[in-house]
């Protein structure tokens, strides 16, 4: 889960939402650079964090007792695991571009335990073999995994509210024709991106979020329990050219 701190406490945001978040932002996408398999795409963009490990003891907390962040999780390969699993259910475009985002985030870990390095030599050949079966090269599979990765990054951003203040520009990632985007919020609350990626000239986005008062809690049990009661309120943002 993505976890802001708010001036009433905590905002939790599900990364199966955040995922939700990226694919409005990638459905968006001109209509000239999209993939060939475009509903897949779209699937795929958006149950690419399906597969969450359940909390199981105090890995959803913090030492102190608050809600943890996603990046404050270690690398799991049960969870991992899982993600690839429940891709292979929905047909081997999902699961091509599911794989090369387990790629692109967990190769770094190579060389540091043999059964992460066996389930990362394990995506390499099932993409290679993916490929050879969808009949697509490794330059279109890139082309399509790189949107995926550009929404995914941009949903990360408004999610954890890392816009900068004072109109100031962040990168956000090259997207599939290679261009570097970047992203600002205006003054009147208006999302802009330079170079303008998509067909319309103007959208809106949102994502659901969850507001706990409580601080602490003792154990995921409690957190889960004030999460099912927690208020939900929907965040919108309006990207403009």
């Known amino acids: 889960m993505i976890v802001n701190a708010v001036p009433e406490g905590w905002e939790i945001i599900y990364q199966q939402a955040h995922a939700l978040l990226a694919a409005q932002v990638a459905f968006a996408w001109r209509i000239s650079d999209r993939p060939a398999r475009w509903v897949d795409t779209l699937a795929a963009i958006a149950q690419h964090d399906d597969g969450q490990k359940f909390w199981a003891g105090k890995n959803g907390l913090t030492p102190a007792g608050a809600p943890a962040n996603f990046t404050m999780l270690p ?8 993600v690839m699993t429940e891709a292979r259910y929905q047909g081997r475009w999902r699961c091509l571009l599911t794989s090369m985002h387990l790629s692109f985030l967990y190769e770094e870990l190579r060389g540091q335990n043999f059964k992460t390095d066996a389930f990362l030599d394990e995506q390499l050949e099932n993409q290679k073999q993916w490929r050879k079966e969808l009949k697509i090269n490794k330059e ?52 802009k991106v330079n170079p303008w990626p998509f067909e319309p000239k103007n959208f809106t986005v949102s994502v659901e979020a969850s507001y706990l008062t409580q601080l602490q809690f003792t154990d995921e049990n409690e957190l889960t329990t004030a999460l099912e009661k927690a208020p939900i309120r929907e965040k919108y943002w309006e990207i403009a050219k």
């Open 75 to 82: 690398f799991s390969l049960a969870q991992a695991t899982q």
């Open 140 to 191: 279109k599979a890139r082309q399509a995994y790189d949107l995926m990765q550009w929404c995914d990054r941009l949903s990360l951003i408004l999610c954890r509210s890392q816009l900068p203040e004072a109109e100031r520009t962040l990168e956000v990632s090259k997207g599939p024709d290679g261009v570097q985007y970047h992203v600002i919020q205006q003054k009147d609350g208006l999302i």
